[in-house]
Each structure stands twice: as structure tokens, then as C-alpha cells.
């Protein structure tokens, strides 16, 4: 073949996949194949033999080629795309952008609405593109609750958390391990949240309770406060005082009543959110002074912070426990969590550092969250002021309760009767507090604080099939949007979008089991929130509190309460206007 044979060859072939090309092309192919019919009629002639190898058609073909090529690319790659799985699910792949796909214009501040509108738009299995990173976004109940049950085995925690974790020193804690590692670390710290233990917890918790609401009454009567930050002292102070038995309010000199405390514990949740939302290379985040010297510096030194005053206190306990003090001491000792997590790593031989991991992780997933439960019980009952006649009712009984129950535990030795059990005071709450549960219960599900959980492959090599069909890469990540289909969907809950905290009193007891089976605010399968009974007892003490001392409205339109992601998912802002109850 000569020079001239192969120049048409080549010719021939870029112009009938130009034709092909173009008639598949996003412009449906009307106007490119058009112009390559005319094209083609003008050129069919040419052979080999009478071919000149006129460079400007040359070029002319290979940029329509090049131009086919691209929309035919831009159509399939970036284009809406729908599958259908084994099980007649359709899998929606939404138009994306080019690189970018659906990272372009998320932030903490859009994230929850924006994710919440891939399901009201493309329903519960959405396939997304962050980056080049490939995110299924499920809020299918019964995918969800297949994918959580799968853990720790087939499935585990987004890699993403990784490298903050580890620069802080959360890598061995419950939460941020995987593996043998989270075998060993719920092991390590189950105990501390079983029945008993949160059961002994409960007249402390009253007691802060009643304290933090006579205060907000005498410091901030007739005053609009932002209750998101009187929410967190609450919580803060219950989680310093059931982990390590220290009062924030009445140590003044200890580090957990300071306001570094806050300060570096909000940093810690800043740096874990920057570098989740930034996923570039950690080479690059190092290099970054928007980044690693404004979140990672500061979050470190404040860790190196609450780890001295964490070591210091176990040091304190260790003393406490082991080395035959008084009686009394050991006591309050054992009943802390990290009393209870010492004993354990004594027999298991866990070191101190897996103790302070821990430790640490129950500030960092125990207050935040409980207190957007109670920021929003304070918003709905501002709303609905029947439900709070309801819960009030019910408070009063209960404070008389609890004080009898006090006042026999005082006198208990000396007429040697029998004390009601924490036990006893745990079913107490639950019986004789049902308005305060459900209240508590329905703003975690309307407004859940851990609203997605991100979720990954365990095997960085082989991917896995769900029941449904769907073929999870070893590279794709899983958001699990825990509210939107499961608790916004009629499908689960009647008037799932209403504040309605009767559906879980209702007389039918099908409905309630229904209510309850669909409830998943705090996650599922054996990773599932050790710290749940702590919280519904926290939520359920801390609203009765609230209503039995204080009366208040919010200070905004309502419509103005949106949440952002700050690790958990929080209110924007909770204005209320408070007054000290007025038909006490
Ligand atoms: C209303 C309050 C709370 C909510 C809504 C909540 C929600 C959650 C959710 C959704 C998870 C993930 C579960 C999963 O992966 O399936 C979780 C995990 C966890 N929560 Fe909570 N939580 C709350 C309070 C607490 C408290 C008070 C503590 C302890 C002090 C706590 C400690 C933990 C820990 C340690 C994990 C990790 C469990 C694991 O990975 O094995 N949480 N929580």
C-alpha cells in the first residue's frame, strides 16, 4: 500500500466514525450528521489513487470526530442515568458536572438539604459523584438496615475519618476503629452503658438537671439566649461527670469547667469536618495554610490539652480503685465510665492510651448529639404549647417523686427500710415521664443529630453485591441518610413530616411497634449507639427540667432553624426568649 492508499484509509475511517459518532451524540446527532452527510457526499468520491491529502479536510474530519467523541462521552458519562437492579430497584445516576460532579457549591452549611433533595428528586438509591469519588446515596429502609448489619465484617467506617482520627488520637476509640481493633474497643467500653450502670447515673443527672434549669431561670429571665450553647454546658457537664466523676459547675479550677474546655473541644469537631469536606491529598492539606495551620494546629494542641487532664484523672481513679483507699473512694471511683473501662483493661490488659481514646470519644459523641435533642425539644415546645401543658403536668409528679426518693435514700439507715433500687428509678423514669420520652424521641426522629453515616468496603480489593443487585466497589462510598426515608416517610411514619410525639403513646400497640421498628436516630446493626439509653435518659430528664422551672418562646420565625453539619447535625442557631414559669 502506497503513502496515498493509507493517507485515504485513515480518511475513510475518521469519516465514517465521525457519521457514527455523530448521530449518537447529546445533540441527538441531527445537525452533526447532517453536516457529515453533506460532507460525505462531497468526499465519496475521493480514492487512494485520486487523493491529494488535502490537509484542511483532514482537519475538518478530525474535529468533528474529536467533537462526536466528546458529546458522546459528555452523554454518557455525565448525563442522568437510570439502572435497574435484580430486584426491579432503579439505581439514579442525576446529570453531573464534569470533574466536579456534585461536590460543586457543598459545604457544611448545604450539605443536609442538599443530600435530602437527591431523595425527594431521584428517590432511594442515588448514585453520586464527589470528585472522582463514587457515593451511593441509600435511604432504602431495608438496604439501610442490611448495609449496617453487615459490619463490622463486610462493611466499615468511611476512610475518610482516618487521618484526623489518628492525628488526634481517636484511632483506637469505638467509633474510628474497625476491625479486631473495634472488637477489642466495644469491649472495652459496652459495660459502661448497660442498664445498671446508666441506671446509677440517673439522681446525678436530676440533680444537674434541676441545677442547669434554676440557673438558666435566675441568669437569663426576660433575656433571648441562644439555647444551642446552654444545651451543650448541660450536656458537657453530665458527660464530665458520669466519665471521670468531676462537677463542672462546682469545680472551678478543674479544665472541664473552663471555657478552653469548650473552646478546644469545638475545635477538635472543626478540624474532623474540614478535612472530611476537603478530601485533597494530605500532602496538600499539610501544605495548605487554610488548612492544616488554621484546623489541624490548633485542634492538636488543644487535644494535647484534654489528654493531660484525661491522664491526670486516671491517674487520680487508678489510685482510687487499686490501691486500697478508703472504701467510699472506690466506690465513686467504680461507678464513673472511666472507672468501669479501667477494671476492664486491668484484666484484659488494654493500655491506658485505648482508655483515653475513649474516653475522649464520649465527650465528642455524647454531648453534641444529646444536646440537638434538646435544643429542638425547646423549639417544638415553643411551637406546640398544649403538648408542653402535657410534659408539664407530668414534671410536677415527678419532682415529688424524686424527692421522696432522696429523702429515703438519706434516711434509709436509720429506719432500715427498704431503698428503691436504680433500677427501680430507671423503669421510674420511663413510666411515670411517657409525654418527656416521646417528646425527646419525636425531635430525634424529625431532626435527627446523626443524620447520615458514611459508610465503606472493609476489603480495599474485591467489591460486594447487596440483596438488591447493587455492586459496591471497593473504592464507593455509602452515605446512609438515616432521616430522610426513615424518618420522612409516610411509608414508615403517618404525617412523618408532623411534630406529632403522641404516635409513640398510641393505644394500638401494631402502630407503636411499627414506630419503633422504622426508629433508627440512633443507628443499627452492632455498631449501633452504645450511649442510647444514656441519652433518652439525659433527653427525657433534661426536658422535664426545662418545663418544670421555665417558660419560653422562640425568637424568630420558625422557618429561620435550619441545620448544618458541625460532625453531628446542628441547629443554625436556637433563639429563645425566657421567662421563669409563670403558673407555677
Ligand atoms: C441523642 C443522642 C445520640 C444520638 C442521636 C446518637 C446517634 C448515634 C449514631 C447514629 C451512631 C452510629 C451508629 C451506627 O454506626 O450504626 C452512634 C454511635 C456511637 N455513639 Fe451515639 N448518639 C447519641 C448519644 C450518645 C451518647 C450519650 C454517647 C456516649 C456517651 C454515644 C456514644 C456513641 C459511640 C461510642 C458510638 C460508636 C459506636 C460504634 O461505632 O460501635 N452516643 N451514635
Known sequence: MGREDAVGTIFRLHFFCSIGIARTSVVRGRHLSIGCLHWMAKT??????????????????VVIAAVGILLWYLKNEYGEKRTKLSNGQVLVRPARLPFLGAAWGLSPDNFIEVFAEFYRKYGDLVEIYLGPQRVIVITDVEICKEVLNLRPKIFRRTRSFEYPAQQLGYDHSLFFSNGNQWNMARRLTAPSFNKENVANQIENIWDMAQRWAENIKATSSGSVIDFRFVALEFTLGVITKIVCGVDRDRQQDSYFNKPLFVKDFQLTFTFFMESIMFPISKFFWRLSPWHYGKYEVPAVEGDQRFIQACSELIDEHKKKIFAQTSVSDSAAANTTLLGTMLKKAERDQISDNDVVSN????????SETTSIGICFAMYYLALHPDIRDKVREESDRFAALMQDYSQQSTSDDAEGTAKKSSTDLYEMVFTQLPWSEAVFKECIRLQPPASFLAITLESETSSYT???GLTIGPKDELSILLENALHCSDDNYDDAALFKPERWLDPDPAKRQKAELNFVAFGGGPRVCPGMKLAMIEGILAVTALVQHLDWTLA???????RVLLFSSTPNKMPLRITGRVNK
Open 44 to 61: 465519496v468520491t475521493i480514492t487512494p489513487s485520486t487523493m491529494t491529502a488535502d490537509s484542511k479536510e483532514i482537519i475538518v474530519s
Open 359 to 366: 474516653a475522649k470519644l464520649f465527650f465528642l459523641a455524647g
Open 466 to 468: 447487596l440483596s438488591n
Open 556 to 562: 424568630c420565625d420558625p422557618s429561620e432553624i435550619k
